[in-house]
């Protein structure tokens, strides 16, 4: 397959001014790369979203209630609120971070890819996963845009210059 015709090099910005080629998922690809739609990226997050809720459920809670917190406060900055938030972040984070997908991800067969980069960098990894989720969660529309954007990227997805793809088989 000839490279320069493939859709995600065309439309990331030619790095030769700095006399150095950075290398991307898409030169690095032997074949063209099939972006992962909305459906299979929200039936992967419902499984993400079952496993984060167990993880608190099984691990958490337990430990809370042992220590007399209990998980009836309602308050937004409650003790339960924000582990259920850090559990929640640490997991999309570091999955994210270290195997480039999450375990609903694993599941579907999809991968977090940079549009400009080999690996995905802290600091990409972080706002995907932390200021731009924020972002689409608030503005329900920044993952509803996915089932329309020629790349299937979310709004967290077109900050951090990532999109999903589907693994190959």
Do not use: C
């Not at 030169?27 to 496993?51: C, K, P, Q, S």
């Not at 009836?72 to 195997?99: G, N, R």
């Amino acid at each position: 397959m000839d490279l320069s015709q493939s859709p995600l090099l065309q439309s990331a910005p030619e790095e030769e001014q700095t006399g150095k080629k950075i290398r991307s998922i898409q030169e690095t690809a032997d074949n063209r790369l099939f972006f992962a739609g909305f459906w299979m990226r929200f039936w992967a997050y419902i499984l993400d979203l079952i496993i984060v809720g167990s993880i608190d459920r099984l691990v958490f809670k337990p430990i809370l209630k042992a220590v007399g917190i209990t998980h009836y406060d309602i308050a937004i900055f409650s003790p339960v609120t924000i582990a259920s938030a850090v559990v929640f972040y640490l997991y999309f984070v570091l999955m994210t971070k270290y195997l480039g997908q999450t375990l609903g991800k694993m599941v579907f067969g999809l991968r977090v890819v940079g549009l400009k980069e080999n690996r995905l960098s802290w600091g990409t990894v972080l706002f995907r996963e932390l200021i731009g989720r924020f972002i689409s969660k608030t503005t329900f529309i920044g993952y509803i845009i996915v089932g329309f954007l020629p790349k299937k990227q979310g709004l967290h997805d077109i900050f951090a210059d990532t999109t999903v793809v589907l693994e190959k088989r």
